[in-house]
């Protein structure tokens, strides 16, 4: 049983392009979430997605940045016009049921984003 | 502010030896604090989960202890090795949704012979 897939490992992109970055859950998952974790920091909630919708998405930053998780593929966050402060390891976790605090998250190796 | 704050910052212990990790939090209300492991270039793997009524749980080499009175929880590695090397993250959940993960930065462990 794959665990949770996320690709690509590394992404490195210009100012102002875009960046999409993928992720695949942990087979009978249907619960995704998106954290970032900037230099030196701990990792911070960004988004938590069902298929087909978003839960919460209250540590999404209001401008750039959209996720969604569509009924077949992969779930997809998106961040356009990227600046340097996007730079991080993103996150991806899945889950198998609805995710209160006390369902295991199993977490996927990351993304690593370089804004140059 | 709900925050998760852990001691210390890095270690550096030989082979073998035990040591014993920090976390203070002031998340409220608390549901339940965990504690990961998240090797370099990885993502964090769960060690363990407790609850506001339990004050220690093992996992192989791996003990936590929790203290809800004082808000403070310990991860104690016995018998440390090469592959204990590694971050350890103190996460302290607010009681409702998955949103309510609060993270803490983490120790950053390096176990040497």
């Known amino acids: 049983n794959a665990g949770v897939m996320q690709n690509p490992r590394h992404l490195v992109r210009r100012r102002g392009q875009e960046a999409r970055l993928r992720c695949s859950p942990m087979k009978g998952h249907s619960h995704v979430y998106w954290y970032r974790q900037l230099p030196e920091e701990g990792l911070k909630f960004m988004v938590y997605?069902?298929?087909?919708?978003?839960?919460?998405e209250s540590g999404m930053p209001k401008e750039r940045f959209s996720a969604e998780f569509p009924k077949e593929g992969p779930s997809i966050l998106r961040i356009q016009q990227v600046v340097r402060g996007d730079s991080a390891a993103y996150f991806c976790?899945?889950?198998?049921?609805?995710?209160?605090?006390?369902?295991?998250?199993?977490f996927g190796p990351g993304t690593r984003l370089t804004v140059t | 502010k709900n925050q998760v704050e852990q001691s210390p910052q890095s270690l550096i212990i030989l082979e073998g030896k035990n040591c014993t990790l920090q976390?203070?939090?002031?998340?409220?209300?608390?549901?339940?604090l965990r504690w990961y492991k998240q090797d370099t270039g990885r993502g964090p793997v769960s060690l363990t989960i407790m609850t506001f009524s339990e004050n220690t749980k093992s996992n192989g080499r791996y003990t936590a202890t929790l203290d809800a009175d004082t808000k403070q929880s310990s991860l104690h590695i016995t018998a440390s090795q090469l592959s204990d090397s590694a971050s350890y993250i103190c996460v302290v959940s607010n009681t409702g949704t998955a949103s309510k993960l609060t993270f803490g930065t983490g120790t950053r462990l390096q176990v040497t012979l």
């Open positions: 976790a899945s889950s198998p049921v609805r995710g209160t605090s006390f369902i295991e998250q199993y």
């Open positions: 997605l069902q298929k087909e919708n978003i839960i919460d």
């Open positions: 976390c203070n939090y002031t998340v409220s209300p608390f549901s339940n």
